[in-house]
């Protein structure tokens, strides 16, 4: 079987993280509806930093927030809203816990430029970069590492796109094409996400599972 040589390292804005093995992330959502609700902390500062040490101590390497939920039907917010949620989290985070990674999930372009701009060095962004034209831009401009998921449709209408012919086969061409598109804007720090549960039937996730290697 033919292998690709896996990078063993990750740079995160001014770290250097090894990923030999496997890293945990903590998510902190900054909604009142996203789909597990043991990681909603609204827009409370205190309870997400509470929620951040709290993982942080058990484990976590990289914490995420969220303003915007991605459940399926999960209705969008305006970048302003977005931003009032996870702009005064991330600003927190980065001041009680000095070198802990921080990553902002978000397609939007502006909000990831501002988080950024405050101290994240990572942008997990569930579209892959094709729901704002100008995310490239301002990836490439900052050199953060980047998550790019695979997705189909927008959080309202993603299940209804799991017509795949093999979803096996169409993830992966998927993330050939965005890898090189990704590499010619001068990006390189990625993480690829089969996107579990996103434009995919319970059993086409267990396949990717099956398949992940």
């Known amino acids: ?13 001014n770290q250097i993280i090894e990923v030999t093995s496997p ?24 309870k997400a930093v509470a929620f951040a040490g709290q993982m942080i101590n058990e484990g976590a390497s990289i914490l995420d ?4 939920s991605s459940r399926p039907g999960a209705k969008e917010v305006s970048v302003d809203e977005e931003l009032g949620r996870v702009l005064p989290i991330v600003e927190a985070l980065v001041t009680t ?4 990674i921080i990553s902002v999930d978000t397609y939007r372009a502006v909000v990831a430029e501002e988080v950024i701009k405050s101290g994240a060095s990572m942008i997990n962004d569930i579209s892959g970069g094709p729901l704002d034209p100008d995310m490239l ?12 998921m695979h997705m189909r449709g927008k959080a309202t209408t993603m299940q209804q796109y799991t017509d795949y012919q093999n979803v096996i086969a169409d993830v992966l061409k998927y993330f050939v094409f ?11 720090e990625v993480i690829v996400d089969p996107g579990f549960g996103f434009a995919k039937t319970m059993q086409q996730n267990y396949q990717l599972i099956d398949q992940l290697g």
């Open 97 to 100: 816990f000095p070198g802990t």
């Open 65 to 68: 927030i969220g303003g915007m």
């Open 23 to 46: 890293l945990v992330m903590g998510i902190i959502n900054a909604t009142p509806d996203s789909f597990y609700t043991p990681s909603r902390t609204g827009d409370s500062i205190e």
């Open 1 to 13: 079987m033919l292998r690709e040589k896996q990078n063993s390292t990750l740079r995160c804005g």
């Open 178 to 188: 965005r890898l090189r598109e990704l590499h010619q804007a001068g990006i390189h």
């Open 137 to 148: 831009k301002v990836l490439a401009e900052h050199q953060v590492s980047y998550v790019t």
